[in-house]
């Protein structure tokens, strides 16, 4: 009897213990929600610090292809290869305004494409210089065209959205990231028209008037025409071309008739300009080439004019001076601009410039190949000088 008592109690026992109480539950998973609470920020940097890697392992790729560029063609590539955006009747120029869906009117493709043969974009490099778009002249792409393009080859055009290097992880997957259309504004005009491809970097745009910088390395009193980005496309006005202080000059073009222009021999003649030495005057090591271009969270995949230097419009296109989705002011707001900042900024000259989703930081090219995670705090003196290729400053960042 003692025996089986025992046994019993064993038993009870035993099945007491199978089960956790009310209060044991409850404080397993408070520790677990502790647990979670203190991990998932650091699981978020992790992410978020191999993303940014990624961004600029993208910059570094783009700085290999520049690189690459100049040793095969002896120079750098243009920043475009011009358009004919340009006003009538005057020298240097080439006919013909721009209106909405005119095939008459052209925008020699930017940087960004004239590079693609040496980012393994080969076939999409063809496309520009042997456009299927009847019509099209060689290395452009308006949104006439690529409306088209989209239309009769949609593979293709996709295509120009999907080159993963143009963009940046933080702030938007890879894949097919083009602009086709944008009725969001409802605004009416054609410097809507700037569709095709995006991307999250910019290439660095500094443009001043007459003006010089003064002994303390400040602009002069005429100040600087950032406004013009646009006209520093078009290729045959050489005060355009004086007057763009950036790292990469417009290309210039060996046909032209002003007379009779002939858009196909014009854009396919397009030939780069200044060689390292002769752009870089500051050194390679002193000069910013790329960065990551400022897009308020609110404007992402909008291209407007309603909010026009926010614009996520093609990176293959110069745009016009409202436009700026290739290029972006060094001095755009004054300073590097976080992800919430001047979302609601309508119609303001140089509203928007450069800045990154990346918290407190943004990445730039420098011209030796290097790729520098730059403090929005960064003053941007600095970085105006850095930009600019021939003032004589050598300046480094903090």
């Not at 259309?181 to 001043?208: P, R, S, V």
């Not at 990154?356 to 941007?380: A, E, K, M």
Request: charge should be neutral.
């Amino acid at each position: 009897m003692f025996n089986l008592i025992t046994q019993n109690k064993n038993v009870q026992t035993k099945k007491e213990h199978q089960a956790f109480t009310l209060v044991e539950l409850l404080v397993v998973i408070a520790i677990i929600g502790v647990l979670i609470a203190l991990l998932l920020p650091a699981v978020q940097a992790a992410r978020e610090a191999a993303r940014r890697m990624r961004c600029s392992n993208h910059l570094k790729q783009m700085g290999v292809a520049v690189h690459n560029f100049h040793d095969t063609r002896k120079a750098v590539p243009p920043s475009s290869v011009g358009n004919n955006w340009c006003q009538d009747g005057q020298a240097g120029f080439l006919t013909g305004n721009v209106k909405a869906n005119d095939n008459k009117t052209f925008d020699g493709i930017t940087l960004f494409g004239i590079i693609f043969p040496f980012i393994e974009q080969q076939a999409l490099y063809d496309e520009l210089s042997s456009p299927t778009v009847a019509g099209a002249p060689p290395f452009t792409m308006t949104a006439w065209t690529f409306k088209e393009l989209y239309t009769t080859n949609k593979q293709v055009a996709e295509g120009f959205g999907s080159v993963s290097i143009f963009c940046c992880p933080t702030r938007r997957g890879s894949g097919n990231n083009i602009m086709i259309e944008d009725t969001t504004d409802a605004q009416a005009g054609w410097e809507c028209e700037f569709l095709g491809a995006q991307g999250d970097y910019a290439i660095i745009h500094n443009a001043y008037g007459t003006g010089n910088r003064d002994a303390s390395g400040n602009p002069g009193a005429t100040g600087w025409t950032s406004h013009n980005w646009f006209q520093t496309y078009c290729s045959r006005k050489p005060s355009h071309y004086q007057n763009q202080h950036g790292p990469f000059p417009v290309a210039k073009w060996e046909v032209f008739d002003a007379t009779t222009p002939d858009w196909v021999a014009s854009f396919r003649s397009w030939q780069p300009r200044d060689n390292m030495t002769q752009r870089w005057k500051d050194g390679t090591s002193n000069q910013l080439l790329l960065g990551e271009k400022h897009i308020p969270v609110n404007r992402l995949n909008k291209c407007s004019i309603a909010q026009a230097e926010s614009a996520d419009c093609s990176i293959l296109t110069a745009g016009v001076w409202r436009s700026f989705s290739s290029g972006r002011d060094i001095r755009g707001a004054g300073r590097l601009a976080r992800p919430d900042e001047f979302a609601d900024t309508i119609n303001v000259i140089n509203a928007y410039g450069f800045g990154s989703y990346h918290p407190g930081i943004c990445n730039f090219l420098i011209g030796d190949g290097s790729v520098r995670s730059v403090s929005i705090t960064t003053p941007n003196r600095i970085l105006d000088l850095l930009a600019d290729t021939i003032d004589g400053y050598s300046v480094t960042l903090p």
